[in-house]
């Protein structure tokens, strides 16, 4: 009996030990190590060297909001899953694809589709997140599903509706004329007077041919990039006047209706449902306001004004007259990050900028490759 007492306790010394260790292994590396960081001055050219608190400043069943937007200030949209087994590649862009606005002057709004729980159960996750909450120019919004099969649709049409998801005080007239710019998770800006809004224009955006919506000829028009205030945003999207202006998962789901929202894969039923939406909501404000000569639409030569990762320079590349660039797949891979890297250097060349980088991207890899 005193023999499997004496096991049974040092068992529990061993799983109390084990434990202890665990605890101190998570401390020092998602705390400590997001401090040092900070504390360092890395953050500089492209990057932030203004830190907050992680606190949410908003809360709800549906949605958490870390960050407030500025009064008058530029910002990009874009989103992302935490779901599907492209997760990290998009994942691991986002703090990059901030630094890339920010270099032009922009701040970043960037909407994050999936169960707060993966923060824990994927270190990646934990990563990316404490790496975007802690920056000034960045306002993150989580909005909170479980549902796999829901969140790719979720996180894009989500771009469309961002003057409505995003809290901010509605009493500050100022607010309204913030101007947001849909974007993507993976595009790199570069050149900044192409993606604001010209003088005595209230909307801009791209034209790729016409389309069939709803016995209407419509300009199809992407995503990347339409961009207007905010209080020309919520005229825009409330043109059926059918509906308000979805706030929530639920209200989106709602406005769409359910078949947008079920396993939506590339190139199949409901993946081009935004910009499907956007293209008749334009159509129809510019019928309902005759203001067609407040819109300003562009065209663009994407083989002569885009670096794309289907043809990537296999050296340094110029970004002299380019728009953007969409970067590789998976750039946390070593072999992929040498390649991304050389467009980073270009853009932000000062040696804080790059180490930063170097360091983001080696972390990334051995996270995703240790779950």
């Given at each position: 009996m005193?023999?499997?007492?004496?096991?049974?306790?040092?068992?529990l010394?061993?799983?109390?030990f084990?434990?202890?260790?665990?605890?101190?292994?998570?401390?020092?590396?998602?705390?400590?190590?997001?401090?040092y960081?900070?504390?360092?001055?890395?953050?500089?050219?492209?990057?932030?060297?203004?830190?907050?608190?992680?606190?949410?400043?908003?809360?709800?069943q549906?949605?958490?909001q870390?960050?407030?937007?500025?009064?008058?200030?530029?910002?990009?949209i874009?989103?992302a899953?935490l779901?599907?087994s492209?997760?990290?590649?998009?994942?691991?862009?986002?703090?990059?694809?901030?630094?890339?606005?920010?270099?032009?002057?922009?701040?970043?709004?960037?909407?994050?589709?999936?169960?707060?729980?993966l923060r824990?159960r994927?270190?990646?996750?934990?990563?990316?997140?404490?790496?975007?909450?802690d920056?000034?120019?960045?306002?993150?919004?989580?909005?909170?599903?479980a549902?796999?099969s829901q969140?790719?649709?979720i996180s894009?049409?989500?771009?469309?509706?961002?003057?409505?998801?995003?809290?901010?005080?509605?009493?500050?007239?100022?607010?309204?004329?913030?101007?947001?710019?849909t974007?993507?998770?993976?595009?790199w800006?570069?050149?900044?007077?192409f993606l604001?809004l010209?003088?005595g224009?209230?909307?801009?955006?791209?034209d790729?041919g016409?389309?069939?919506v709803?016995?209407?000829?419509?300009?199809?028009?992407?995503?990347?990039?339409?961009?207007?205030?905010i209080?020309?945003?919520?005229?825009?999207?409330?043109?059926?006047?059918?509906?308000?202006?979805?706030?929530?998962?639920?209200?989106?789901?709602?406005?769409?209706?359910?078949?947008?929202?079920?396993?939506?894969?590339?190139?199949?039923?409901?993946?081009?449902?935004?910009?499907?939406?956007?293209?008749?909501?334009l159509?129809?404000?510019k019928?309902?306001?005759?203001?067609?000569?407040?819109?300003?639409?562009?065209?663009?030569?994407?083989?002569?004004?885009?670096?794309?990762?289907?043809?990537?320079?296999?050296?340094?590349p110029?970004?002299e007259?380019?728009v953007?660039?969409?970067?590789?797949?998976?750039?946390?891979?070593?072999?992929?990050?040498?390649?991304?890297?050389?467009?980073?250097t270009?853009?932000?060349?000062d040696?804080?900028s790059?180490?930063?980088?170097?360091?983001?991207?080696?972390?990334?890899?051995?996270?995703?490759?240790?779950?």
């Open positions: 005193q023999h499997k007492f004496v096991v049974i306790l040092a068992i010394v061993i799983l109390i084990q434990l202890t260790l665990t605890y101190y292994y998570y401390y020092y590396y998602y705390i400590n190590e997001f401090r960081i900070d504390r360092s001055g890395m953050y500089h050219c492209c990057y932030l060297d203004s830190v907050r608190n992680r606190v949410p400043v908003i809360e709800s549906e949605l958490v870390y960050g407030r937007l500025k009064p008058g200030r530029n910002y990009a874009f989103s899953s779901y599907g492209e997760a990290a590649s998009y994942g691991f862009d986002l703090p990059l694809t901030a630094m890339a606005w920010k270099r032009i002057g922009f701040g970043s709004v960037l909407i994050i589709v999936g169960d707060p729980r824990v994927h270190p990646w996750v934990r990563y990316l997140m404490d790496a975007l909450v920056k000034e120019n960045i306002v993150v919004v989580v909005l909170k599903t549902s796999p969140a790719t649709s894009q049409v989500s771009r469309l509706f961002a003057a409505s998801l995003l809290r901010y005080n509605t009493s500050d007239v100022r607010i309204q004329d913030t101007y947001l710019l974007a993507d998770a993976d595009i800006p570069i050149a900044k007077d604001v010209p003088p224009k209230d909307i801009i955006h791209g790729i016409n389309r069939r709803d016995n209407l000829d419509v300009i199809h028009v992407p995503l990347s990039y339409v961009g207007m205030r209080r020309t945003w919520r005229s825009v999207m409330t043109q059926s006047g059918l509906v308000p202006m979805p706030s929530t998962i639920s209200e989106m789901v709602a406005y769409f209706g359910d078949k947008y929202f079920l396993n939506v894969t590339y190139d199949g039923p409901g993946w081009y449902s935004d910009q499907i939406m956007i293209s008749l909501r159509h129809q404000w019928q309902a306001n005759g203001q067609s000569g407040a819109v300003h639409v562009y065209r663009r030569r994407f083989e002569e004004d885009r670096i794309d990762r289907a043809n990537w320079p296999r050296f340094q110029r970004i007259g380019v953007d660039s969409h970067v590789l797949h998976h750039g946390y891979h070593p072999q992929e990050w040498l390649r991304l890297r050389q467009l980073l270009k853009m932000c060349p040696y804080d790059v180490k930063w980088f170097d360091q983001y991207a080696d972390q990334f890899n051995k996270l995703v490759a240790s779950f």
